[in-house]
């Protein structure tokens, strides 16, 4: 069973700063797939990333997939308060159909 | 222009009473899936759906089932509803399989009292 351990749990800052959220495990992924989710809706996917040390870019935000696919990070630079939301990463491993989700990061920016 | 809506929104239910929730989509998408979500816990798979009639257990899937009898709805029954399912249920789609991404529905907030 693949755990996802995302970091921190909790992120507060201020309009314009920068900040990258931590998603870790000891199992390889197939792919990885990044979601936020505002409350009272369901999570919206940003991104699928696929291939050890990719890089994606949707904006000002920024996604990459470890070397070993165990691990990835999402960057965010110059946040603003609509990027507030709960950030999950999932994991689907060797087996279809068995995504796992981290728990999340609950990002706070204050204008 | 959801594409994929639940129902319903909210409900409170009785310890013991079965209880069904309905997931409707229009994409005409093979996979489709029933996740819980918990604080602390992240989402966890109940049952998924690869097809009419071809359903699989997830990770929780104990005190759950589902059917699909159509390729637009995906059902989620608690058989014998207990306090320990109080929790937001959501259900998701994909064309292709969990490894390209879901499109999930705005979630089904279930009481057990």
């Known amino acids: 069973t693949q755990l996802l351990e995302q970091s921190p749990q909790f992120l507060s800052i201020q309009e314009g700063e920068n900040l990258t959220v931590y998603c870790n495990s000891s199992?390889?992924?197939?792919?990885l797939q990044w979601y936020r989710q505002e409350p009272g809706e369901g999570p919206v996917l940003l991104v699928t990333v696929v291939t050890g040390g990719e890089v994606k870019k949707l904006k000002r935000l920024t996604f990459q997939f470890g070397d070993a696919r165990k691990d990835s990070s999402l960057h965010i630079t110059a946040a603003q308060p609509g990027d507030t939301g709960l950030y999950l990463c999932a994991g689907e491993g060797v087996n279809n159909n068995d995504m796992r989700f981290g728990a999340g990061t609950r990002l706070t920016v204050k204008p | 222009d959801a594409g994929i809506t639940q129902s319903p929104r909210h409900k409170v239910t009785e310890t013991g009473t079965p209880v069904t929730l309905r997931c409707h989509q229009t994409e005409n998408h093979r996979y489709m899936y029933w996740y819980r979500q918990d604080p602390g816990h992240g989402l966890r798979l109940i049952h998924y759906s690869y097809g009419v009639k071809d359903t699989d257990k997830g990770e929780v899937s104990d005190g759950y089932s589902v059917s699909r009898s159509k390729t637009e709805d995906f059902l989620l029954t608690l058989e014998s509803a207990t306090s320990s399912q109080t929790s937001v249920y959501f259900c998701a789609i994909s064309e292709f399989g969990s490894n390209y991404g879901y499109t999930f529905g705005s979630g089904t907030r279930l009481t057990v009292v």
């Open positions: 199992s390889v992924f197939s792919s």
